[in-house]
């Protein structure tokens, strides 16, 4: 069964510092990756997008970073904000799967001042 | 464009009762999606059309789960009868074309008493 499996559940850090979020992935065959973040009693909303072939993708103070030989991605962010609190979700794709996606339990993150 | 549009965003209603969940995708989008998101589960997909027509309806829990799309800027989510375990994040996406990002709506609250 495919899986999608992020690390940690929940993460506080203050405001300022840097994190890395962690996401492994069984999906195989794999299309791309996408992160994405969800703010508290919202919709999830696209940070990066990754095909099999690209190892890093930047979108301001957030960068992913994909290693498809081991199924591994992360998502860092730099200089963290109070606004960056919410859950981040990694999202996996297959090939010829139309848009049948899985989740990520996603990662739950604080950033307190 | 004012993106997806969900309504209601809050619902209560009493177990046994029938629910019918509203969707307005992107214009010009391609793809609508149904997810369902709980503590416990995540993010699942529902349903997904295409062109107004159902492609894959396995997320679909069961029969008291139905969904349409009589037109390109309308999809509707019913459940009937509604049951305390159906209570979660009902939120509808669209895409423009397969494997394209998908945009999110802000969802709708169900709380099933």
């Known amino acids: 069964k495919n899986q999608v499996e992020q690390s940690p559940q929940s993460l506080i850090i203050l405001e300022g510092k840097n994190c890395t979020l962690q996401?492994?992935?069984?999906?195989?065959?794999?299309?791309?990756l996408r992160w994405y973040k969800q703010d508290t009693g919202r919709g999830p909303v696209s940070l990066t997008i990754m095909t099999f072939s690209e190892n890093t993708k930047s979108n301001g103070r957030y960068t992913a970073t994909l290693d498809a030989d081991t199924k591994q991605s992360s998502l860092h962010i730099t200089a963290s904000q109070l606004s960056d609190s919410a859950s981040y979700i990694c999202?996996?794709?297959?090939?010829?799967?139309?848009?049948?996606?899985?989740f990520g339990g996603g990662t739950r993150l604080m950033v307190k001042p | 464009d004012a993106g997806v549009i969900q309504s209601p965003r809050h619902e209560v209603t009493e177990m046994g009762q029938e629910v019918t969940l509203r969707c307005k995708p992107i214009?010009?989008?391609?793809?609508l999606f149904w997810y369902r998101q709980t503590m416990m589960r995540g993010l699942e997909l529902l349903i997904y059309?295409?062109?107004?027509?159902?492609?894959?309806d396995s997320g679909m829990p069961e029969d008291r789960f139905s969904a349409k799309m009589p037109n390109a800027s309308f999809s509707t989510l019913k459940i009937q009868p509604s049951e305390p375990r159906d209570s979660a994040v009902y939120f509808c996406?669209?895409?423009?074309?397969?494997?394209?990002?998908?945009?999110f709506g802000p969802g709708t609250r169900l709380l099933v008493l």
């Open positions: 999202v996996v794709s297959a090939p010829n799967a139309g848009n049948m996606l899985t």
């Open positions: 996401c492994n992935y069984t999906v195989s065959p794999f299309s791309n």
């Open positions: 214009s010009g989008h391609d793809y």
């Open positions: 996406a669209s895409t423009v074309s397969s494997g394209e990002t998908q945009y």
């Open positions: 059309f295409n062109n107004n027509v159902p492609i894959d």
